[in-house]
């Protein structure tokens, strides 16, 4: 009878030792340092021209009105909004003293080196670090404009890297005056 009790809790001491290897064994790799993409604020605390996420999107806040408090209580925010990408006009009514989340947006410059046939761009930040994993802008018109019309007349161009929620967009091109 003790022989059998000893076997299996050995056993379940080997088990246990196998599971925690297998864990130790495991790699958890972070793309970001640690940065959240959103943020929570009080709807009361959002002001014109700050961020704000609408259905999803990050938002730059074009107006804020406040209704007054009503009979079934809280005094609402009606916030209408411009997506920081797309330009689509976006609108969304919150309880002002509700919560709801404000997007982190980057905003970086990166000089221009070269732009791929496939209309990969090949970027280089202040430190030196170059980066070719970004598209060519779509949209708007004169941003493409710019931006081919300045790299085959041989300028140096900086351009506005905007990055929020995961995405990144060409924002902005200027001619890089530094040099």
């Not at 022989?3 to 970001?32: P, Y």
């Not at 959240?36 to 804020?64: F, W």
């Amino acid at each position: 009878f003790l022989a059998a009790i000893s076997s299996s809790s050995s056993s379940r001491s080997a088990r246990g030792r196998t599971r925690a290897a297998t864990m130790a064994d495991e790699t958890f790799e972070s793309v970001d340092a640690g940065a959240s993409e959103t943020i929570p604020m009080e709807a009361g605390q959002i002001r014109k021209g700050g961020h704000i996420c609408i259905k999803g999107r990050p938002c730059k806040v074009v107006s804020v009105s406040t209704s007054k408090t009503g009979k079934h209580g809280h005094a609402k925010c009606n916030f209408v909004a411009t997506d920081i990408f797309t330009g689509k006009k976006l609108e969304d009514i919150v309880p002002s003293t509700h919560g709801t989340t404000v997007p982190n947006v980057f905003r970086n410059e990166y000089s221009l080196l070269d732009i791929s046939d496939e209309d990969y761009l090949s970027l280089m930040d202040e430190a030196g670090e170059t980066r070719e994993d970004l598209k060519m802008p779509t949209r708007p018109d004169e941003l493409v404009k710019a931006i081919t019309e300045g790299f085959e007349a041989g300028d140096a161009l900086v351009l506005v890297v905007v990055k929020a929620m995961g995405e990144e967009h060409v924002m902005a091109a200027k001619k890089d005056t530094s040099a």
